[in-house]
């Protein structure tokens, strides 16, 4: 039986909210956006960095391989355009699914049991994480000039935090009369600094990753090779359809 995402589990990240009925599926976008909290269930991309990628919803079991869950909102996952193309129809068999080979299923795997980030990179720990990062080059330039910034963005963070708690722990008593107003001062500034610095992120984020996220990636066609020849050796331990069933012209 093909493997499907389930509703929720309590220790998953993502919560769905109580599953509506709707004649269409795109009417499931509001909530697939506020349930994976704006952000892409692969990449985890978020809208506010995308800037030019839209999202799209995405059919964890794709339409073509499992019509009956075109409306199941389990099966829909909020997704980037970039991550959606990749993945387009992509359906390992049933003898891959076994040996551990499908895509991360957000709502049910927890990210850390499956990747590691190493710098800008992410690096597989499970057949999950390494099948998924192949077929949608979740280490594509655009992806690691993102995960830059918000190393950037949190280290920076981070400094900050400390200044004000170093700030906060002084001995204002040991210090001469005429400074211990200004250090006061300092010390109000440096909290009202932190207590908007998530506001401060995200509109670096939305000024920094505007062109950079689009840009064209010089390498993608040397990585595409190398992920296609890892794919295709997966194929071959796993003989069967990888993709939904194609629609056959009618004969006129």
């Given amino acids: 039986m093909t493997k499907t995402p389930a509703k929720v589990l309590a220790s998953s990240l993502i919560v769905r909210s109580t599953d509506p009925k709707f004649d269409d599926y795109r009417e499931y976008k ?11 269930a692969y990449c985890t991309m978020t ?7 839209r999202f799209t919803i995405d059919h964890y079991e794709p339409q073509k391989a499992r019509p009956d869950l075109v409306l199941a909102y389990h099966n829909l996952m909020y997704a980037c355009d970039e991550c959606n193309l990749r993945k387009s129809d992509r359906s390992p068999p049933e003898s891959a699914r076994k040996d551990g080979y499908r895509f991360f299923c957000a709502d049910i795997d927890e990210f850390q049991d499956h990747f590691e980030q190493s710098e800008v990179r992410i690096n597989p720990k499970t057949k999950i994480a390494d099948y998924t990062i192949e077929s949608l080059d ?13 190393k950037r963005l949190w280290d920076c963070e ?16 040991r210090l001469p009369p005429k400074l211990r107003g200004q250090i006061l001062t300092a010390i109000r500034g440096a909290q009202g ?14 000024t920094l990753t505007k062109s950079d996220l689009i840009d064209e990636d010089p390498e993608s066609e040397a990585r595409a090779k190398e992920r296609a020849l890892k794919l295709d050796g997966w194929k071959a331990l796993h003989p069967g359809s990888w993709r939904g069933p194609r629609k056959t012209k009618k004969k006129a």
């Fill in 138 to 150: 979740l280490n594509r330039a655009a992806l690691r000039r993102l995960r830059e910034l918000r």
């Fill in 47 to 53: 809208e506010a960095e995308a800037q030019a990628i």
């Fill in 193 to 206: 600094a932190a207590a908007s610095i998530a506001n401060e992120i995200d509109k670096v984020l939305h």
């Fill in 30 to 40: 509001p909530l697939l956006r506020k349930d994976f909290f704006h952000s892409c």
């Fill in 158 to 173: 981070e400094a900050v935090m400390q200044g004000i708690l170093a700030l906060r722990g002084a001995h204002l008593d």
